[in-house]
């Protein structure tokens, strides 16, 4: 399937276009970032949430009267989730107490027929801020592995151009969670290690065809034995993409509203990897090898 003629497309010759494409991509991702924040949840910021769920609709406003006549409305953020026909209210607040989180369920039950508590989660400030430690050590050993394996099995040239493309990668999905407003949690950090790994993957899959063409045309410059290796792994990648992508977003269709934000996070992560890997990736080396050669040359 998807066939293509490597001397016919010529990828490569339009890399300043994917740069300029990319650094856009990441321009605006950072500026969401900047101006709207991440909506931490708390698995990071510490605090208290309670879903509550109920079989009639139920407007927030309803529940966040309920709220103010206990004190607690004023640093409360509340969440409309559906799940088939059942409704269900998120209720973020600070961190509240075993006796106020009683008090919250039993006055939003006793006021709505048929509500319930569907689950309630606590986590202090200080485990808060341990996770955030945590998660971001987690990113940055997967990409120090990742550096430290493709720089043994290739080239620091291919290690350096991987981690710019994982940044790109990961700089967009945040930055996309960031505009949404969606909630930045321990399963969306679970999300952006699976995309590092996918997108590496991918990134790797071209690679060994670059290597594999160094071998076969060494009489061709680098940058058509980098064209022929895109446009020949492009049908795998395109294939392979579109199965994963079909296969995740009918999981966050059907899947339920927990799972949603994860299912997202993936969706967003691994067609921007797939796009990395093709249009960064490999223009970000043949760049380098252009510009290394050139310095070589003028140098001698």
Known sequence: MLNFDSEKIDLMGKRKLWFMI?????????????????????????????????????ETDEVRTILADIGIAEDATLQTTTEDEYQGIIVRTGELSPEEIEEVENAVVDNFSGAEVLRTDMVGPTIGEELRRQAILALLVAGLAMVIYISFRFELKFAVTTLATLSHDVIFTVGIF??????????????????????????????????????????????????????????RSINTSMTTLVAILAIYLFGGAAIRNFMLALFIGLAVGTYSSIFVASPILVSWDIRSKAKAKSSS
């Open 22 to 58: 990319g650094s856009a991509v990441v321009i605006l991702s950072l500026l969401a970032l900047l101006i709207f924040g991440l909506n931490l949840g708390i698995d990071f910021a510490g605090g208290t949430i309670i879903e509550f769920g109920f079989e009639e609709q139920v």
């Open 178 to 235: 960031a505009l949404l407003g969606r909630e930045i949690n321990t399963a969306f950090v679970a999300a952006l290690l699976t995309i590092v790994g996918y997108s590496i993957n991918d990134t790797i899959v071209i690679f060994d065809r670059i290597r594999e063409n160094m071998k076969l045309y060494r009489k061709l410059p680098f940058i058509e034995q980098a064209n022929r290796a895109v446009v020949d792994t492009l049908p």
